[in-house]
């Protein structure tokens, strides 16, 4: 039984890595992205460069709202949380690459000992309790960024979906791999 859990997490990771590569490891992903154009870029990346580069890599509000005058400036926009990286990195990146298809197969494989830990239900059941959780497990921290942070609505749509389609690719086939409940006796009248 237990081979069998650790199968399905295993492939079940396998299967959200490659759903997260599609969406956002190829042309795909440009639906989630706004473009400010080249020469716009490059005029905020050196911005950037001069004004966060000391601070490091880190999780910037623009406007800081923590003093009266960040306030009343986050109070008229425009805002940013920018996601800064101090030294950049590839694009694509292999190492993330790397560390996204270990963190999936970890993911997968709580989810095949939580799917195993529920009991032996039917396919339809485990796909069931594999989409629940999904839609409200991503949809509560996915599209509670627009909700609490004025975040753009179509970028975490796009996260939302592509994270509920790779959990419940992952959860099929752990869903599949797990044994079945045993069939119900008919009853005769």
């Known amino acids: ?26 042309p795909l992903s440009l639906l989630a992205l706004s473009n400010a154009g080249d020469a716009q870029s490059v005029a905020v990346q050196a911005a950037l460069a001069q004004n966060l580069g000391p601070g490091g890599t880190g999780a910037y509000a623009i406007p800081w709202p923590g003093t009266a005058a960040g306030t009343a400036a986050y109070g008229q926009g425009p805002v940013a949380l920018v996601l800064f990286n101090a030294s950049g990195f ?3 990146d292999m190492s993330a690459l790397v560390g996204g298809l270990v963190l999936g197969i970890v993911c997968t494989l709580l989810l095949a000992v939580g799917l195993r830990m529920a ?8 796909l069931t309790l594999v989409a629940i959780f999904a839609v409200a497990i991503t949809a509560y921290s996915q599209i509670g960024q627009p909700i609490f942070n004025h975040a753009p609505w179509g970028y975490f749509i796009y996260l939302w979906i592509s994270e509920i389609v790779g959990w419940i690719a992952a959860g099929a086939i752990i869903a599949k791999l797990l044994p079945a409940a045993a069939p119900v006796a008919s009853q005769q009248l």
Do not use: K
């Open 1 to 26: 039984m237990m081979a069998r859990v650790i199968l399905g997490g295993l492939l079940g990771g396998l299967a959200m890595w490659f759903v997260g590569f599609i969406f956002w490891g190829t």
């Open 90 to 92: 590839a694009n694509p």
């Open 119 to 126: 009991g032996e239900a039917s396919l339809g059941r485990r």
